[in-house]
């Protein structure tokens, strides 16, 4: 298990380090000029001299990569040039929104497709299992960001049990409380899942159907345990490992992918903070807010490859 972990570190280090380049150098030197970008065309050759010293421009790109990095591993994320604000207090605002959005999608897609899946596979070629891989087909052809649209629609418009958009945020200082905040969530939560949700259930119905066709499980029936154990005990244990790993994934793409349905829902999440650093052109904060997204992605694959080695012991004896 230690030969392991420590190959797992490595891939997560060297992962980060690369990200972190890609990044810095997407952003950063590429052609034209950052603080022309920022200015306009008729910023004059004073005020571009000021900002180049500010956002450090005037030195060499290794230099600068080097610096930017530091300030990350000292969990300096640099200043906004729009709110005059440290990047860091802003993310940690906009995360109060963005990860329990995501938590809360994640819950409802994974119970939802494992359920389903599982039915499914438990019911292959009935009417039961058809049905479910059609809801499913038909989950993965919505775009979320339609789906969020016909439900502020129906439950916000037409029905008017919950509002169309806003964060009334977590505490009472802030003019809300831990109900309305949920309740603010719930919608955009339940339009994230729904694609995530119909992925994940195919995905589990196959690994549910490979692993039924194994000779452990027709050994553990013939010992007389009845078809729902033996589904539940032992299939849906040794077919998590796919499934965990799409999981992972899908926890990290609804942390990075709610740009389009905070926009929708008006939310001031983490995804709405990139929307709006790129319309005023804050480079700074896009600069880490990506960063932050792709170390997060690397962060939670990291997670799910340990979780291999528990749920799968021949993993660690490979390694």
């Not at 810095?24 to 034209?32: E, I, M, R, T």
């Amino acid at each position: 298990m230690a030969v392991y972990l420590l190959r797992r570190l490595a891939a997560f280090a060297l992962t980060l380090l690369a990200a972190s380049v890609v990044v810095f150098a997407v952003l950063d030197l590429l052609p034209g000029n950052a603080a022309e970008v920022i200015l306009g065309d008729s910023a004059t050759p004073e005020s571009l001299a000021a900002l180049e010293a500010r956002l450090g421009l005037d030195r060499p790109a290794w230099e600068r990569y080097a610096h930017w990095v530091l300030g990350l591993a000292r969990g300096d994320l640099g200043t906004s040039l729009t709110y005059d604000t440290p990047v860091a207090e802003l993310v940690l605002q906009r995360l109060e929104v963005t990860v329990p959005l995501a938590v809360m999608a994640m819950l409802l897609a994974s119970v939802a497709a494992v359920f389903m899946g599982v039915y499914a596979a438990s019911r292959h070629n009935r009417p039961g299992d058809l049905g479910v891989m059609a809801l499913s087909q038909l989950g993965v052809a919505i775009p979320s960001f339609w789906f969020a649209i016909l439900l502020i629609l129906v439950f916000a418009v037409q029905l008017q049990w919950v509002s169309a958009g806003g964060f009334p945020g977590w505490t009472e200082a802030d003019g809300g409380s831990v109900g309305a905040a949920l309740g603010a969530l719930a919608l955009p939560a339940f339009s994230l899942a729904l694609v995530q949700a119909a992925i994940l259930a195919r995905i589990t119905r196959s690994a549910v159907l490979d692993v039924l066709r194994e000779d452990y499980v027709r050994t553990a029936r013939a010992k007389g345990l009845s078809r729902r154990a033996a589904l539940w005990r032992h299939v849906l244990r040794n077919a998590a490992v796919p499934v965990m790993t799409v999981m992972g994934l899908q926890f990290a793409n609804l942390l990075t992918g709610t740009v389009v349905v905070e926009n929708v829902f008006t939310l001031p999440g983490l995804g709405r903070l990139v929307f709006q650093s790129i319309a005023n052109r804050d480079l700074p904060v896009v600069q880490s807010v990506v960063m932050l997204l792709a170390a997060s992605v690397i962060a939670i694959n990291f997670l799910v490859d340990l979780l291999y080695g528990v749920l799968d012991p021949r993993l660690r004896h490979a390694a």
